[in-house]
């Protein structure tokens, strides 16, 4: 074993050199220290460069964890150690004395966990039990996938994100609409339903269901079925929150203390509130007369929520009230200008 050993090492130092796990790259006997073989099943007491593999590849593993650096130091050390190592197990003993930085091997060492995990994917086990309670077990639910390194104290390279569940792994079916990501690819797979005028009201009829968002989402796109009911998803006004007034005397204006809240316009006789409230819905020639300045959330009061009000519908497009007689600088719409005039008037009091 003491010829592997040898192999073992000079194989290391050549690769780490040349920062390639690979050992005479190109020529037939090549040696690759990037390996999962094991001791004492790839074992080949004829040929020392191939059983060196298995130690050497215990070595690299250390080397992916813990970097260049400290592994080169600690395997540097530990070949150094007296009484010298002359099996895998005893060399695995060597490289945690090294390791340690208190003379208390007991109490564990800095890299002891990655250490003893990195030699036990190739089946070398401390001869000395310095690895007692420091193994994981990289496939705790015998799915055939290891757990990643977020989920295993950064041990194990694998892409298994539920580790106790073998339903759950990167080969797993992923069921639609569950809240799981069975396939370990960061998404459950949803069906999305179409939000065109981005009014958090969707098209039942338009969807898809997928494993991946669709282009663009989340705008454009909503996935709660519920709110999949838009009878308008051309129209960011229309949706099952909009409220129809009713005009009874059918100039334009509705009713405020008569409406309906629909998608669909209830009838003919129902308007938007487009251009303002009616003072007196029994005569045509009255409309608007009773538009109360700033009043945006219509309660009689002008007030700090009216510019709460004003802000949601600038920056939400929500629904306000007594635009008409508001709009202060003459461009047609309520704006920052308007608010500022809004503010000043709640300030002053004029």
């Known amino acids: 074993m003491e010829d592997a050993m040898h192999e073992a090492f000079a194989d290391y130092f050549a690769c780490t050199i040349n920062n390639d796990s690979i050992v005479a790259d ?27 593999l298995i130690l050497g590849g ?51 060492t800095p890299h002891r966990k990655i250490i003893c995990n990195m030699f036990s994917r190739h089946e070398i086990y401390s001869e000395a039990g310095l690895c007692e309670n420091e193994l994981i077990n990289c496939d705790g639910d015998d799915d055939g996938f290891d757990a990643t390194g977020e989920t295993s104290e950064g041990i194990c390279d694998g892409y298994d994100c539920n580790d106790s569940d073998a339903n759950i792994n990167p080969n797993a079916m992923d069921i639609p609409n569950n809240g799981i990501d069975e396939n370990c690819n960061g998404y459950d797979n949803r069906t999305y339903y179409g939000d065109f005028d981005n009014d958090g009201y969707g098209n039942a009829t338009n969807n898809v269901t997928q494993d991946t968002p669709p282009a663009g989402w989340p705008t454009g796109w909503i996935t709660n079925a519920g709110k999949a009911v838009d009878c308008d998803d051309s129209n960011a006004i229309i949706n099952p929150d909009t409220v129809w007034f009713y005009d009874a005397d059918n100039d334009g204006y509705g009713n405020a203390t008569n409406y309906i809240i629909s998608c669909d316009k209830p009838s003919e ?26 009043d945006f959330d219509n309660n009689t ?47 002053t009091g004029v």
């Open 26 to 52: 190109g020529w037939s006997f090549a040696r690759n220290l990037n390996n999962t073989r094991k001791y004492p099943e790839n074992w080949n007491k004829f040929n020392p460069h191939i059983s060196g």
């Open 58 to 108: 215990a070595l690299w593993d250390v080397r992916k964890k813990l970097n260049k650096t400290i592994a080169d130091s600690l395997i540097f050390k530990a070949i150094r150690i007296t009484p010298h190592a002359y099996n895998f197990s005893e060399f695995l003993d060597n490289l945690l004395i090294a390791d340690d930085n208190n003379s208390n091997i007991e109490d564990g």
């Open 269 to 294: 006789n129902y308007v938007l509130y487009d251009l303002g409230l009616d003072c007196d819905d029994n005569n045509d020639s009255i409309t608007d007369e009773c538009c109360t300045k700033f």
């Open 301 to 347: 009061a002008i007030d700090i929520f009216d510019v709460v009000a004003a802000l949601e519908y600038l920056s939400e497009g929500k629904q306000i009230y007594n635009t008409i007689c508001s709009e202060a600088n003459g461009n047609g719409r309520i704006d920052l200008i308007d608010m500022f005039a809004l503010i000043d008037k709640i300030v």
